[in-house]
């Protein structure tokens, strides 16, 4: 099992960039693949990103490639997410997650909120 808390979000101005840290206990955090899932008010959860967990292989929604970048730091237990060139509809409660199995994200973070001003 593996507890997540991230960190980094605020409020941003259009255009803007911010990083968001999940940092992750126990000794096995190499072992999970790992994503960033925002939720905006009255929204579903929606997936922006993930990163597997054997060769750091790195997937998009199609709404944020080329404006943000996720990676890891196995040795520091630690993923990001480099956010740039924001935008009002970025705005959302971002929660990092990791699981086991190919898309199956079980352990959740409590959020970060990230908002966008125009």
């Known amino acids: 099992q593996v507890q997540l808390g991230e960190s980094g979000g605020g409020l941003v101005q259009a255009g803007g960039s911010l990083r968001l840290t999940c940092a992750a206990s126990g000794r096995t955090f190499r072992n999970y693949n790992m994503g960033w899932f925002p939720q905006a008010p009255g929204k579903e959860r929606q997936f922006v990103a993930s990163?597997?967990?054997?060769?750091?292989?790195?997937y998009y929604a199609d709404s944020v490639k080329g404006r943000f970048t996720i990676s890891r730091d196995n040795a520091k237990n630690t993923m990001y997410l480099q956010m740039n060139s924001l935008k009002p509809e970025d705005t959302a409660v971002y929660y990092c997650a990791g699981g086991l199995a190919t898309n199956e994200f079980r352990y959740w973070g409590q959020g970060t909120q990230v908002t966008v001003s125009s």
């Open positions: 990163i597997s967990r054997t060769y750091g292989n790195t």
